[in-house]
């Protein structure tokens, strides 16, 4: 446990956008100092709005935070030196070599001479892109870019590392290798990480404390493990062959025994019970009385998935895909960027 100040406090952060669009409706975080925290919501939640607030490159309409000790209103410079920012959009300048990129950011924060060259052949060593600084940046697959722009972060030897969607339009190999060099940045001392994600994997791997974000304030927060723990039982998640009454579905399914939290959503049909494999027939049988029939049933441990349907009231994957439809297309499209 960490006795020193906490790295990130925020209260009541409130940002509304023109158009009515309320981006952050009472953001409340906190982060220990030395830990990976993760902030993982569906397209729009408010995840890079609330990164933008912390980083001083937005204003709140109201709220209060603190960034390594410093007021991100009152202090911003003080703020800006203690910390390191990976953007959702790659800050890298395309034209330049990577290493001109990293001496160009380090001189931006006032390192000279030797100093700087040091840590910019340090950080391409230590990103595996020692062959690639002499090469233009736009050259560069997806994932190199985006672990230059993690060392771009870096070069000032920040307190607070912000890295928002450190993945997104990476292909599952470049992901992997950047969750291992995340890792790896875990283990610096006293380096923090606030990262935000619409992965569930990934926060559930990288993540020592998840706040779950859902449209501009926080859910729920724990440890990966204490908010799986805290759903009880097993999760079945049933399909129906098709959209049945709900209302019907619903009365047929509470009080069963062993059987809690019913949840029918479309042709979608997920409960929680204390023996999912002992409670499927009971469920089944269930369902067909009240006219429903299924044409497929999983029993699994819960998953974050599951902690977002309990307190956001619908899966992940749906967020997802409403959400994004509302809001303007802020994430890069899939693929190499
Ligand atoms: N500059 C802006 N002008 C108007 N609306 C904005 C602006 N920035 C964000 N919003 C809106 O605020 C809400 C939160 O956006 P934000 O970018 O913080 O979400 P996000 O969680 O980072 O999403 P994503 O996963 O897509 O990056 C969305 O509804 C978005 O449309
Ligand atoms: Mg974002």
Redesign the pocket.
């Known amino acids: 446990m960490s006795t020193r100040a906490p790295a990130v406090a925020a209260r009541n952060l409130i940002k509304t956008?023109?158009?009515d669009?309320t981006?952050l409706g009472g953001m409340d975080l906190d982060v220990d100092a030395g830990t990976v925290f993760g902030l993982l919501?569906?397209?729009?939640?408010?995840?890079?709005?609330?990164v933008k607030i912390l980083t001083t490159l937005a204003r709140p309409d109201s709220g209060t935070a603190t960034v390594a000790g410093h007021d991100v209103l009152r202090h911003p410079d003080r703020v800006r030196r203690a910390i390191g920012v990976v953007a959702?959009k790659s800050g890298a300048d395309p034209v330049s070599t990577g290493r001109e990129n990293l001496l160009l950011q380090g001189r931006l924060y006032g390192m000279r001479g030797a100093a700087v060259q040091r840590r910019a052949d340090e950080l391409l060593d230590r990103f595996d892109l020692a062959d690639a600084a002499k090469r233009q940046v736009k050259g560069y697959s997806g994932g190199m870019q985006r672990r230059l722009d993690v060392a771009l972060g870096l070069v000032h030897r920040p307190e607070v590392l912000f890295l928002d969607?450190p993945t997104t339009g990476l292909d599952p190999e470049a992901r992997t290798a950047m969750w291992d060099e995340i890792s790896r940045l875990a283990g610096d001392e006293g380096l923090t990480i606030v990262l935000?994600t619409?992965y569930l994997e990934e926060a559930d791997r990288l993540a020592e404390r998840i706040a779950i974000?859902d449209r501009?304030r926080v859910v729920v927060e724990g440890s990966p493990d204490e908010l799986k723990g805290e759903l009880r039982g097993d999760a079945v998640r049933m399909e129906l062959r098709a959209e049945g009454d709900a209302r019907a579905i619903d009365a047929a399914l509470t009080g069963l025994p062993g059987v809690y939290e019913a949840l029918v959503d479309g042709r979608r049909v997920s409960v929680r019970a204390e023996d999912g494999a002992a409670a499927v027939p009971v469920l089944l049988a269930a369902l067909e009385r009240a006219g429903a029939a299924v044409a497929a049933a999983t029993v699994a441990r819960p998953s974050l998935d599951d902690v977002y349907l309990r307190y956001a009231g619908r899966r992940f994957s749906e967020a997802e895909a409403t959400d994004?439809r509302?809001?303007?297309a802020?994430?890069p499209a899939g693929g190499t960027r």
Not at 41 to 50: E, H, I, V
């Open positions: 956008y023109p158009g669009v981006a919501g569906p397209n729009g939640a408010g995840k890079s709005t609330t959702q969607e935000t619409h974000v501009g994004a509302q809001a303007p802020l994430a």
